[in-house]
């Protein structure tokens, strides 16, 4: 049985439409038939709200609309749709969205009326059109990517000119005597293409909008405050519910409720992580192409909508740009190394390898593609340098975050003086400003007090602190090969510092207290372990190159999981120099680990433990033990904190014991501990080991020598006077 063809005319406001319905509806049946049925929307808005002037939800007209042409259909009566479908969603809801109870073959009725004609019209209506509606209206059809298209589900289209023609009901006998030719011709090729589960365009565009949107808010989650103001601004408040239903919402809201058919966007969001959309790692896997719906594979659905097919409704054509698309959200800005070399030439030899892809002859099919296909979906800004990418809205991360992202690697590169973050921060301004997202100007949220003593300006020009020197130590590193090292005789030295060239494996650069240091494995011949060790990166210089002796990834790995250890335990960047020692304390064994750590153990004047006891971190939580409160403190401390010991008595100086579990080489000389725990003063008392004890005080013998002994006479003040300003009694 031959399709039911329904009408629906295209237009906007004022340019004839129900001029041209009122003369098709007498030649759509013959005598003794049910005459066509006109539907109206200006009718079902008098019917719903008393007055077609009154603007009500669509939603309640559009469900009468959707009823009264359902019902028509299932009487076998040809509708036609009255209203301005100037806008693809508008169309699709109906020719593509809305199931039907017979097959129906649409077609369009595209009033090419120019918008001074319609403006003219418009004013001698009784209840005119506001002129920006007409023009915005006028413009969507206009737009030569999303104007109206057999692609949309029409079986044709029939373009008239009501201002070219005296006798209209002659232009459209003409045009619907030559229907069946057109239509037949239109099938004849369709039927050569391979068609596939987005072959219809509404399903089509509903995929390309899901990427797009996944590409720009990976989560479509109110994350973080800069990412909620911006998705309140599309849709507020942000939707509930899993992925797929807060995609529904946003895809409804941004382009339309056609393409917000939430069991839709479930199989979509299947399908792209069927076929790698939704990972990082560039894909080789071939695209496969989404089945076609039961009904669709055996001719036999019903309700059908035969209409035409856009480009990538072809199997070949869809995996080609899908296949392009996948790489360039990927690597978004990929582009030839040389200079000159052409970009299509280089994407298609960058993905020629995956079956379905670009050969390597059809540069001017991607360029097609890329134009009139990718480009009009947003993947590419269309005024942009294609140099500068496609896909720039992939985003990991959400505009807001990469904003950011940007502050943390601006203040690394900047206090910090990390040399390879100067580089990575020029390079992420440049992506940035191709994307369109600016930071300049933004003031951070969170920055660093503290900033690196070194500056990479003033350093020697062969020392891996310098810009681009440690590039060539991060290559090592990630490389696992190891290298020879100098260090710069008359830099600042400790008693056990390394001195001359270093045989080293790196392992990782840190940044410390005032620097950044490298973390290095000494080579040690005839052993499988070496001796961990920090050097501070300015103090360093690549000696030459050590050949290409690498060791492997395992190797590798245990080294830095014997690092991650030594810094747990040691609580800063110092690891002494007894290797044996070394590898008790990064044992697993916490047997062995426990028969080398030495107890260091001290009591605190109140106001001094008021700010040990908020460190609980500064060393391994797990053998740090600190005092009970007193009677009558009142104090908090969370349940779980480790508040063990038993306090003094209240009327001592010093009440509350701190006891910590501490790797040999900290408590012999490590002097981020001094530094600590010195700074204090009398605020603590050191009771063992003796010797650091003895240690603190002959330092305070020798800085009272070298500073005059005539203070000794006087009255000595409390310790808290040394600290005006920054500690003070509970």
Known sequence: MAPLRCHLLIGQPASGKTTLAKALAPLLTGPGEPPAQVLSTDVIRAEVFGDAAVQGPWVDIQQRLHQRIQAAVAAGIPVIVDATHARRAWRLAITQALPMPADVEWIGWWLYTDLPTSLEWNSRRERAVPVPVIQEMAAALADPHFGPCRAEGFAAICAVVPTHHNDLAEVLQAELAALDRRIRSATNRERKLQRHGYSRLLDLERLLYLIRLLSTWPDLAASDPASAEHLEAILSPIPEG??????????????GECFADTGAIRADLAWLEANGFCGAIS???PIQLAPLAVGERTGLATGA???????????????????LLRHLLQVPFDQPAERGANLHQHLIAATEAIPGAYLSGETATLRKDLEKILTPYGFRNRNDNVRHGYCLGTAVLSPPRLRELHNVVRQTAGRLADPSAQDLLAELDERLGWAGISADGLPPVRSYARHAVVDTALVRRDSLAAPRRAEAIE???????????QRYPGVGSFADSPAGELRVWPLQLIFHNVGWYLMFEEDQVGHPQGLIRSERLDRLAMARGEGDLRRSPEQHAAAINRLERLLHHSGGIYF??????????ASASAQRRNQVLVTLRFC?????????????????????RFSRPLPGDSWWHHPKAPHVLEPGATDTSHPYPVELDLPPWTVAADIDLRSWLFAFGGGMRIESPDALRQELVQRCRKAIEA???????????????FFPRRLRRD
């Open 576 to 585: 002494g120099s007894d290797l044996e020692q070394q590898l008790a304390v």
């Open 707 to 721: 500073n005059g002994e005539q203070n000794l006479q006087q009255t000595p003040e409390p310790v808290e006077r």
């Open 283 to 285: 894909s080789t896997a």
């Open 305 to 323: 909508v035969h209409g035409g097919l856009p480009p990538m409704g072809d199997g070949p054509v869809f995996l080609r740009v899908m296949t």
């Open 475 to 485: 290559a090592a590193i990630v490389e696992h090969r190891r290298v020879l090292l």
């Open 242 to 255: 899993d992925l797929t239903d807060r995609a529904a919402a946003f895809l409804g809201r941004l382009h």
């Open 604 to 624: 605190c004047a109140p106001w001094a433990f008021a700010f040990i006891r908020e460190g609980l971190q500064r060393y391994p939580i797990e053998h740090t």
